[in-house]
Structures are given as C-alpha cells and as structure tokens.
C-alpha cells in the first residue's frame, strides 16, 4: 500500500501542513508528558479507583494516537508538497 499524497495546490498543502504540525506537536506534548507523569511520577499514588486509572490511560492513548494522525497528515502533506514540485518540471 502507498502511502496516501494530498494532491491539491501549494497553498492548501501549506495551510494543511501548518496546522497539522501544530496540533500533531500540542496533542503530543501533552500526551506523553502525561504518560511519563503516570510512569515515572515521584509521589506515591494513593487508592485510586481504578474506573479513574482506566479514564486516565484513555486519555493518555487518545492523545499519543491524535498527535500520530496528525504527523501522518502533516508527512502526506508534505509528500504531496514534493509530488507539485517533481511534476512541475
């Protein structure tokens, strides 16, 4: 399977590439500093429920997995960048 290229002008794959950056780079930064948190964290955790843990590590793999979506966005954003530019000349 190839990987998919976004095949629309300069502009839009710019636009595209901005923003997926950006939020690939916020749900990322928050995802696994979270999940070094919930890891390595110094203090000792009390009893803690464990629908509360569960809810916490959910949060913990929705972030990783967001942040990926939207650097594979952002590498097939800047494929089809590359794709303009080969089939220009």
């Not at 502009?11 to 950006?22: H, P």
């Not at 696994?32 to 843990?53: M, N, R, T």
Request: hydrophobic letters at 60%; aromatic letters at 14%.
């Amino acid at each position: 399977m190839k990987f998919p290229v976004i095949r629309e002008s300069y502009f839009l794959n710019v636009i595209i590439l901005l923003f997926s950056l950006f939020v690939s780079w916020f749900v990322l930064l928050f995802g696994i500093a979270h999940l070094i948190e919930a890891v390595f964290g110094d203090e000792p955790k009390p009893d803690i429920p464990i629908v509360e843990s569960t809810m916490g590590w959910t949060m913990i793999i929705g972030l990783c997995v967001v942040g990926l979506i939207f650097l594979l966005i952002a590498i097939a954003s800047i494929k089809g960048i590359i794709y303009k530019i080969k089939n220009k000349q």
